[in-house]
């Protein structure tokens, strides 16, 4: 029967679904004959692409390809699976012509959200007990992994720049089970990994740790295919845990590296496969190769962790003596070691390194915070109070949504007139045509239609800011009429001349459309009649052009 200890647990992990949740419900009833809510409360972009994702499974697909550029390529599998899955039910259920397929399509990315939320925070509260047994330090180390930040939101004020905790899921937990269920199930697949691995450790001295051990590799090849270098992060933190483990005890840990071999064996035909579509792929090479997350600057993580870092010091002096006897204690120092060291590694994805780093820290926050208070109520009130500080970027970032959702705006919604002239488009369209359109209109087709975007999201399409800027000539009338010819036969990349995207079919001419205009509608209409072009759609302010 669960201990009152973890009831308290499971009512926390309840609220924090429920206070998740409410600002998507506020957002959907703030929906009426001027706006639809786009589904996501931050980086709508991003989750335009998940929805995008969601709806190519929804018409059967299950090889990924690109739809935010117009390079023709393979599709790969096994990639944005947690999308494509739950796209495939819904495709079973409502057609993909279908209006009601989007609005499906978000009902089931909540549902995705809250069934990869909850099984974090179980993985989670697993993972804290495997370390902790005191009721008061376990609780303190889930609030403050799920929910916890730092000083990091007086940054604006002091002229430094955005917190971490606000744009940069993979170091904390709360912008995870907010709204990025993909990073929700691979990090709860990595901790039940671990989970699995301490189970294989217990039994090293008989037969029965293998399937254990099998166990951690199929929970990290889920990992992987939420996040496919998310492997590089699982083996850098084994090979630091066994370094450390070997230091600590002077001898080679040859238990444990028997244990991560077999673990990382199972994931590694999965590693070799995703390092070689990412390699052979062309246009997959070109899209990882622009995906540029660079770590900030140290003294803004030193904002985001400084509240657990301090009491984690005296937590890892704790681990460092109690892993004499027990592995698994290094393996609390060796991950935020590990991610420091990785996140200013020259690669791409730099700040991604912090992957689950809040973990392993909060729980040597926790015991330095239950150690230091001991049994003296006014300690014992400051270190809740200390949590309670390190819950306020949380607070902020909720507050944030609840603001956001209770006044409609772009992009977080998106005009009526828009999503009534897409879905029209959808109707009357082929799977994977062209449509062209700004960057604005681009990143909301693919979630609302089977077409591709000439230019829509910052990674997803190639070569993005030269195609913008491409873009935003053609709506102010600065091409020439060769350039213009161009656009419309597809053009090709700078950087690999030998690719060229597929011509456009569509032409969106909405509100963001014109803003961009220089000249006046009526000559932009001319000029696409001359082209060929020829209105097929006009309603709301919305008009959409074809061209065969």
Known sequence: MPSRRDFRALIFALALLALTTLPYLIGFAGEGSQWRFSGSLFGVDDGNSYLGKMRLGGRGGWNFSLFYTTEPHEGAALVFWPYILPGQIVGRIVPETDPAQTPALLIAWQIMRLAFDALYLWALWRFISAFLSAGNARFAAFVLASIGGGVGWLLPFLGGGLPAEFYIPEGFSFLILLGLPHLALARAAMLAGFLALFAAQRRAETRGWMPYALLAGICWAITGMSVPFYFGVIYVLLGMWGLLVWLRNRRFPRALFLRCVAAGLVTLPLFIY??????????????????????????????????????????????????????????????????????YVPINVQRRMLEGVIVPLAILAAVGLMAWAGAHWRRRMMAWGWVAAAAIPAALLLVGTLNTVLHPQMPVFRPAAEVAALEWLNQHSAPGEVALASFETGNAIPVYTHLRAFIGHGPETLEAARKEALIAQFFGGGLTDEERRNLFAGGCLEAAPELCGDPPRWLIFGEAERESMAGGADAFRQMLANEGWRQVYDAGGWEIYGRA
């Open 274 to 343: 995703y390092g070689i579509t990412f390699q052979q792929n062309q246009v997959f090479a070109l899209w990882s190769a622009q995906n540029q997350l660079p770590s900030p600057p140290p003294l803004v993580y030193l904002a985001a962790y400084i509240l657990l870092a301090i009491p984690a010091v005296k937590g890892a002096v704790h681990a460092w003596r109690e892993g004499k006897h027990d592995a698994r204690w290094l393996l609390l120092i060796a991950w935020p070691v590990a991610a420091f060291a990785l996140v």
